[in-house]
């Protein structure tokens, strides 16, 4: 009977302890790379449990990732290391066009008393057994720019696979999501199910992602973690970036529809939110950074239209278009109408092209000093329409 009675015991105390031990917090999606710049870059993943976060930088030399103690880079505000499900590291300091090896870590941290306390194992992703994920960084001096641009996927993953299987064999300087990946901005677990998950295993953590905000990642109660999950430098949907010889505006739709509509309950303010882009915008195509460029690039999703269209699309074309035209704009790529259409110079006012992206279809685009060559392909790879734009 004594002997049943330590056994049960035992057993009891044992099963205490192992529930008692922590969850660990592992990679859950990620990582992906975003914001890269000549000497900087931000890398973004999320974890299973609330950790803290942080990367390790190592130089593509042909060394081991263990030679030595590589630099440490933390996700630091107001003074305390992050504890977060969602990491975003700023890595500074770094070379124009060189390519760098990194590899992230989480610690499972409990800050829920008075002194934060570390609640698990350190885990990390693997350098050891498999080559460690690796980034270049921007170089305004290169001759040449690629990349590949892709659009209103609405979450279907199948077609996303499609369109970017292959792309890190094929290493485009960037790609680019123009908008609506998903239908709606729910949970930052839909988003990680929808398109994230997929683009991390085919190219999002070996190449650089431009994420242009589309009117359908303004939906949903998720729409406020959008700069969480994909950060810019001016913590704006709305940024300049260059590479080579293009400089680059990424601007941000806001919706499509008037503030009053039923469909927002009154939530809506995009009249005023544009508004305050204009304003950015005519104080950015007169930065170095943007009037040094030979090639001028306009990302947008929804695209100017003749004034027929939607609210969105009238209000945009008001007060954008007449910023790019001064800013002598190339080329305008676009998504939003889910079919392909080719708009020339003069269409809408503009005094530039305007290529309209397919929902099932990815561009591909390369920029010398001279040209832009763009060439839209379907799922399968067959190329479907090809324009030349001379740079003038």
Known sequence: ????????????????????????????????????????????????????????????????????????????????????????????????????????????????????????????SNVFSQKPYAIRTMDYNKQDCSFTMINDIHGRDSIMLALTDGLKAEKPDFVVFNGDMTSFMGSIEDIEQQFMSRATKTFATDIPLVYVRGNHETRGPGFSEFLNLFPTKTNTPYYIFRQGPAAFIVIDS???????????????????????????????????????????????????????????????????????????IDVMLSGHTHRYSYRDKGYCGNEFPILVNGNNDRVDVKITNQQIHMEVKDATGKSLHTHVVKVE
């Open 1 to 124: 009977m004594k002997r049943l009675f330590f056994t049960t015991l035992f057993l009891a105390i044992s099963a205490i302890a192992f529930a008692a031990d922590p969850p660990v917090a592992k990679i859950k999606c990620g990582p992906w790379v975003v914001n890269v710049d000549q000497t900087e870059m931000t890398i973004v993943w999320t974890t299973t449990e609330r950790s803290m976060g942080w990367v390790e930088i190592a130089p593509d030399d042909g060394t081991s990732f263990y030679t030595v103690e590589r630099p440490r880079y933390d996700e630091d505000f107001m003074g305390r290391h992050v504890v977060s499900k969602v990491h975003h590291v700023r890595i500074t300091g770094l070379e124009p066009g060189t390519t760098y090896r990194y590899r992230i870590y989480q610690q499972g941290i409990d800050d829920s008393g008075h002194n934060p306390v570390p609640s698990g194992q350190i885990t990390a």
């Open 254 to 328: 806001g919706e499509d529809k008037p503030d009053s509509d039923i469909e927002y309950g009154g939530t809506a303010a995009y009249d005023a939110y544009r508004e305050a882009m204009a304003k950015w915008l005519e104080q950015a195509i007169q930065s170095e950074e943007f009037r040094s460029a030979p090639v001028k690039i306009a990302l947008l999703h929804i695209p100017f239209d003749k004034g027929t269209g939607w609210y969105g699309n009238n209000e945009l074309r008001r007060l954008l278009l007449p910023l790019l035209n001064k800013a002598g």
